[in-house]
């Protein structure tokens, strides 16, 4: 199976555990883009809608595309109260509009899915002239290197996932390589900024979460029962919180 559609299998609790984003994420977008009332915007994988409500709010005629089905029809159903949202469901390669056409395109922890040799020639020629595009990522990160539990969950993952690439919490790379990408294919402009929240889960709230991700959904379902048993045995043994420090990186260009 595609693993873009893994998100589309449990929908509810996609909504109720993957983080939203902060206040300030969106103010830096809208006054970066300077979209109001009437502008047109595209999502690019809405997803169950965590960065969908501000935009609305402003009065943009919104459509997200997004390649899930149940997805798409839970969003619609969300933000049924909002005249200027529409959804089509459809890869964004798929999607038709017409070229130079949209003042902002924004994806929130989605757009990674697309080929870039797809996904940033495609929006250049939807965007207007000077249009904008805004990218960003929520990347959550489990404690710190000298917290106990974090030791224990991460020496669990490498007992049932040896393979896992580690996560880098600051990860100066991955940035520098975004940044020159969206350089390389033409956008001016970029802006880079970093955000960062702190929550709190118990152990089967951040079960929960970890359910919202495709590699998780995806590992063989012994394996998946186990790691899970031991990182809520772990989790329990700490007094059954466990602090996730979310870092969210935002990308802002122009056409």
């Given at each position: ?22 206040d ?8 970066y ?12 994988g ?48 798929d ?79 991955k ?63 700490f ?17």
């Amino acid at each position: 199976m595609d693993k873009r559609f893994i998100f589309n299998e449990d929908v509810g609790n996609y909504d109720k555990w993957r983080p939203t984003y902060c206040d300030e994420l969106f103010k830096d977008i809208l006054n970066y883009s300077q979209v109001e009332y009437g502008k047109k915007v595209i999502e690019i994988g809405i997803g169950t809608g965590q960065a969908t409500k501000p935009f609305l709010d402003k009065g943009c005629e919104l459509t997200a595309v997004e390649l899930g089905k149940d997805l798409a029809d839970y969003t619609k159903l969300k933000f049924r109260e909002y005249e200027n949202f529409r959804v089509h469901n459809s890869a964004f390669e798929d999607f038709v509009c017409q070229y130079e056409s949209i003042d902002l395109i924004y994806s929130a922890t989605a757009f990674h899915w697309i080929p870039e040799e797809k996904g940033f020639p495609r929006v250049s020629k939807l965007l207007k002239k000077d249009g904008t595009l805004a990218l960003f990522w929520n990347r959550p990160f489990v404690s710190r290197e000298n917290d106990e539990l974090h030791k224990q969950i991460q020496g669990i993952y490498q007992k049932y996932r040896p393979s896992n690439t580690k996560i880098i919490e600051n990860d100066t790379k991955k940035y520098n390589n975004r940044f020159k990408t969206i350089e390389s294919y033409g956008f001016k402009d970029v802006v880079f900024k970093l955000y960062h929240l702190t929550r709190i889960f118990s152990s089967n709230d951040y079960i929960a979460l970890l359910n919202t991700y495709s590699d998780h959904r995806s590992l063989p379902y012994n394996t998946k029962i186990m790691l899970e048993k031991e990182i809520r045995e772990a989790i329990i043994d700490f007094g059954n919180k466990l602090k996730i420090y979310d870092t969210i990186d935002l990308y802002l260009a122009r056409k």
